[in-house]
T-cell receptor, first 112, second 110 residues
Framework: NAGVTQTPKFQVLKTGQSMTLQCAQDMNHNSMYWYRQDPGMGLRLIYYSASEGTTDKGEVPNGYNVSRLNKREFSLRLESAAPSQTSVYFC???????????FGDGTRLSIL | QKEVEQDPGPLSVPEGAIVSLNCTYSNSAFQYFMWYRQYSRKGPELLMYTYSSGNKEDGRFTAQVDKSSKYISLFIRDSQPSDSATYLCAPQAAGNKLTFGGGTRVLVKP
C-alpha cells in the first residue's frame, strides 16, 4: 500500500530466535501502529507511537518491544520468538487520532 | 463479549446482487465509523469513513450508522467479482484508537 513499506514480507524463525520487523512511511504522519492479525481474531493492537519519541502499549504487547527511530520509522522486535507469535503483522500510520489509518501490506511470520 | 462484533461469513452472492454487511458494538463513546476492505495477502484499505449517525454514499457503497442501536451497516450495490474481499468495520471514540471487528469475508460469484 502506498506510503507504508514493511520489511521483510515473509520470515520463518525457530523458537527462541530474535527478529526485528521494519516499517517506514513517506506520508509524514505523526502516529504509527503495529497490529497482528490472526484468523477469527481480527486486528489486535500491539504497540503504537502517537508521535516521534513516544511509544505505548496496546492490547497484546507481551513478548514485543518497539522503537520509534524517527518520524518515518517504527520497528517491532521479538526478542525470543514463540510459536504463539506466528501471525501476520501490519504497520499502520495515522495523521492524528480520529483520522483514518493507512496500512502496509504486512509481514507474514511463522515460528516453528 | 467483544467490543465490536461481525459475522465472519463467508457471505456468497451472485454478481450484480446487493451485499449487506453489518457490525454491532457496545461502546457508546464511538463517534467515528470506518469500513476497511482487505484483499487476500494485502493490508486493509480504507473504504468508507463516517462521523456519528446517518448515511454516507460513495459510488456503489453506502455506509449507515445507527448509534441508538449501536449498529453499523455497509451496502454494496451491483456487486462485482472484484468486490470479493474481507470487510472490516472499525469504530473509534474521539481521541482514542481504532477498534476492529473480526471482518466478514465476501465472495461475489460471476
Amino acid at each position: 500500500n502506498a506510503g507504508v513499506t514493511q520489511t521483510p514480507k515473509f520470515q520463518v524463525l525457530k523458537t527462541g530466535q530474535s527478529m526485528t520487523l521494519q516499517c517506514a512511511q513517506d506520508m509524514n504522519h505523526n502516529s504509527m501502529y503495529w497490529y497482528r492479525q490472526d484468523p477469527g481474531m481480527g486486528l489486535r493492537l500491539i504497540y503504537y507511537s502517537a508521535s516521534e519519541g513516544t511509544t505505548d502499549k496496546g492490547e497484546v504487547p507481551n513478548g514485543y518491544n518497539v522503537s520509534r527511530l524517527n518520524k518515518r520509522e517504527f520497528s517491532l522486535r521479538l526478542e525470543s520468538a514463540a510459536p504463539s507469535q506466528t501471525s501476520v503483522y501490519f504497520c499502520a500510520i495515522e495523521q492524528g487520532l480520529g483520522q483514518p489509518q493507512h496500512f502496509g501490506d504486512g509481514t507474514r511470520l511463522s515460528i516453528l | 463479549q467483544k467490543e465490536v462484533e461481525q459475522d465472519p461469513g463467508p457471505l456468497s452472492v451472485p454478481e450484480g446482487a446487493i451485499v449487506s454487511l453489518n457490525c454491532t458494538y457496545s461502546n457508546s463513546a464511538f463517534q467515528y465509523f470506518m469500513w476497511y476492505r482487505q484483499y487476500s495477502r494485502k493490508g486493509p484499505e480504507l473504504l468508507m469513513y463516517t462521523y456519528s449517525s446517518g448515511n454516507k454514499e460513495d459510488g456503489r457503497f453506502t455506509a449507515q450508522v445507527d448509534k441508538s442501536s449501536k449498529y453499523i451497516s455497509l451496502f454494496i450495490r451491483d456487486s462485482q467479482p472484484s468486490d470479493s474481499a474481507t470487510y472490516l468495520c472499525a469504530p473509534q471514540a474521539a481521541g482514542n484508537k481504532l477498534t476492529f471487528g473480526g471482518g466478514t469475508r465476501v465472495l461475489v460469484k460471476p
